[in-house]
């Protein structure tokens, strides 16, 4: 009876709160947003041997409709939608794998520099203990992950994301979460300028840190040590600073790092204690 | 009282000057009404009757053009008064021309009826990395 009731919240509460103007936080309803950005920056790889990857051209493309909607990797329906909260079923592409491949989704449109930037595992400081590079072990698969998104709206500039996710391709049998706070800022100083400025989280569960980043000699055939992964938790920041140059183009710096824990860095596979991602460019909404 | 009479004379003649362009540029307007048309939402067509007005002191050849492709033509017309099926489905331009001549223009406007709905992002930007 209790589930049936929480049911009938879930699908009968529906009145969103519309956004009342025109602005980077809202979006059309029934509409495809499509925008490219064009500029310097790279989104490194903690792996060894793995490539960091340079941006060059970023495309972003996404979509709302009354309950669907499409951003980035991330395709949702949303259940429920009030004036501070939002729950929506969701699925994306797992990002882990990117790290052991060159050909995610997301670098489609952006050129390899490889040689230029990677980081040979010879030069590697073997500070923990030795290294295991990335090509020495068997294949990582892609997963696909599934489960809920709560976006609660505390102000009009001030928003918690809460994504619990579980791969649902069976990859890595386990759970992944988000925990996101974010801030937009204005300044009377910089018009036309808006700052976005996010901390949080990312939590994997032993199951995916031990699918991707574990190591043995039974499961990868070239290499001898044995490492279990543990839960891991992986804080961040991020900071994009966006500057409206007219109407349809914009300015944009984004600078983001995750911290990741010793249970993750004290993986052989992993060379580097943060994963940072810097851009900086101009974008064009279409 | 001649002198007052010439002075009233050339007053109006001056002010004659004046009037007669302004007259002139009024009859030569194009007139299509209505100008607006109203549709359920956005980016539905809308297909409508408008009345086509324009009047020009001297006889000629002109063509009605909706944007770039042509509707109807009219050979030595001084008076357009008619009565014209359109179909749209963004603003559109109407021009009149006489041999790739401008002669008169006029915008038909779209709006809906329903305002545009917005909705608020459940993603950050570019989280993807």
Same mark, same amino acid.
């Given at each position: ?66 309950? #669907? ?22 699925? #994306?592409?797992?990002? +882990? ?6 050909? @995610? ?16 595992? !010879?030069?590697?400081?073997?500070? @923990? ?8 072990? !068997? ?40 925990? +996101?706070?974010?801030?937009? &800022? ?8 808006? &700052? ?44 994009? #600073? &966006? ?20 249970? &993750? ?22 | 009282?001649?002198? %007052?009479?010439? /002075? ?8 004659? %000057? ?21 549709? /359920? ?36 017309? *001084? ?8 179909? $749209?489905?963004?603003?559109? /331009? ?19 009826? $329903?305002?545009?709905?917005?909705? *608020?992002? $459940? *993603? ?6």
């Amino acid at each position: 009876m209790k589930y049936y009731l929480l049911l009938l919240l879930l699908f009968s509460e529906f009145c969103a709160a519309e956004c009342e103007k025109v602005s980077d936080s809202c979006a059309e309803v029934g509409e495809w947003e499509f925008s490219l950005a064009v500029g310097a920056g790279v989104y490194t790889n903690p792996l060894n041997g793995g490539d960091n990857i340079p941006l060059v051209v970023i495309p972003k493309i996404s979509y709302y409709g009354e309950r #669907l909607f499409f951003e980035n990797n991330t395709l949702g329906y949303t259940v429920f939608d009030n004036d501070d909260l939002v729950i929506s079923a969701i699925t #994306l592409l797992n990002h +882990e794998k990117a790290y052991f491949t060159r050909w @995610h989704p997301q670098n489609i449109f952006i050129e390899s520099l490889s040689s230029g930037i990677t980081t040979d595992v !010879s030069f590697v400081e073997e500070s @923990h203990q030795q290294k295991v590079n990335i090509q020495d072990v !068997s294949s990582r698969r892609w997963a696909i992950d599934a489960g809920i998104q709560f976006n609660w709206f505390i102000d009009q500039a001030t928003d918690v994301q809460v994504q619990i996710l579980h791969d649902i391709n069976d990859v890595y049998n386990g759970f992944n979460s988000q925990v +996101e706070l974010t801030r937009l &800022m204005s300044f009377k100083q910089l018009p036309n300028t808006v &700052m976005s400025f996010s901390i949080g989280a990312n939590v994997k569960s032993k199951g995916l840190v031990d699918y991707y980043y574990g190591t043995s000699p039974t499961k990868d055939s070239n290499v001898e040590q044995d490492f279990q992964g543990k839960l891991s938790i992986n804080p961040y920041f991020r900071l994009v #600073l &966006m500057h409206q140059l007219s109407e349809r183009w914009h300015a944009k710096l984004h600078l983001k790092r995750v911290f990741l824990d010793n249970n &993750m860095f004290d993986s052989p596979l992993v060379k580097d204690s943060h994963i940072s991602t810097v851009f900086a460019g101009v974008s064009y909404d279409f | 009282m001649i002198s %007052s009479m010439l /002075k009233l004379i050339i007053y109006l003649f001056v002010f004659s %000057s004046f009037i007669k362009p302004l007259a002139a540029a009024s009859t030569n307007k194009l007139i299509i009404k209505p100008s607006v048309c109203m549709v /359920k939402k956005f980016g539905d067509s809308c297909q409508m009757t408008v009345k086509v007005m324009w009047h020009n002191e001297q006889p000629t050849d002109a063509c009605l053009f909706q944007n770039d492709s042509r509707l109807t033509c009219w050979q030595n017309v *001084r008076d357009i008064n008619t009565d014209l099926d359109i179909l $749209l489905d963004q603003d559109m /331009k109407f021009t009149l021309k006489s041999n790739d001549k401008i002669l008169a223009y006029q915008k038909i406007k779209i709006n809906t009826m $329903l305002p545009k709905k917005y909705r *608020r992002r $459940l *993603r950050a930007d570019w989280s993807i990395f």
